[in-house]
């Protein structure tokens, strides 16, 4: 571990340490599901567990404070922020390591500022920090099917961070949550990436297909 990292490491952690026992005690599970998956997808340990340390540094933060420190950070707040302002602890929470603590691995960054409704687009190091943070055993003993999450991203990464958003999506509809536009935009491009990976190739060239359908079936029987 470089000293750089080590540095950070240990000052962010004591920050998270002046916050509530039980948010101590999951980010603790977190940091164990995230560092079984970046040793299995060759992410760097070190890096993975400064993004869990830094991850939910504000998740106890009321929504009032939360929209304050927001405002007073510079981060441009949308309606549906406005209107759920607990999204805002990963954001919030990114430019805090950056500005406070000099973090600037920017996908480190990324996976603490996007791990709570995920991006179309993300690092392989968010990916983990964002499934580590669903899966982790508290939350998948009240929520079995993160069990199954869990066993899935420990071979397609990418398939159980759609699963884990086709739950969400059904979760929202049946509690009567409006989904949040970018969790929304996530999923929809994710569900179109993993169509278009498991599409199967045509098995006859189009016009042999279309001569077989135009023939007598008397004639082919």
Request: overall charge negative; aromatic content about 6%.
């Amino acid at each position: 571990m470089t000293a750089a990292i080590a540095a950070q490491i240990a000052a962010v952690r004591a920050e998270l340490e002046t916050r509530p026992e039980g948010l101590i005690r999951h980010v603790g599970r977190v940091l164990h599901e995230a560092l079984d998956l970046a040793w299995r997808w060759d992410i760097d340990p070190e890096r993975t567990e400064l993004a869990v340390w830094g991850h939910d540094l504000f998740r106890s933060h009321s929504s009032e404070e939360l929209l304050r420190l927001s405002r007073e950070s510079g981060l441009v707040l949308r309606p549906e922020d406005e209107a759920a302002p607990v999204m805002l602890h990963g954001p919030l929470a990114a430019v805090v390591l950056r500005e406070r603590f000099g973090v600037d691995d920017d996908e480190a960054l990324a996976a603490v500022r996007d791990h709570t409704a995920g991006l179309a687009e993300m690092p392989m190091l968010a990916k983990i920090v964002l499934i580590a943070d669903k899966v982790e055993e508290r939350k998948r003993n009240r929520t079995p099917v993160m069990k199954e999450i869990r066993r899935l991203a420990q071979r397609d990464l990418d398939l159980a961070l759609l699963c884990w958003a086709d739950w969400k999506w059904v979760d929202e509809r049946l509690d009567g949550y409006v989904a949040y536009p970018v969790h929304w935009e996530a999923r929809r491009r994710w569900v179109g990436e993993h169509h278009a990976d498991i599409g199967l190739p045509a098995r006859m060239a189009g016009e042999a297909f279309e001569d077989m359908a135009s023939a007598d079936p008397a004639a082919t029987a």
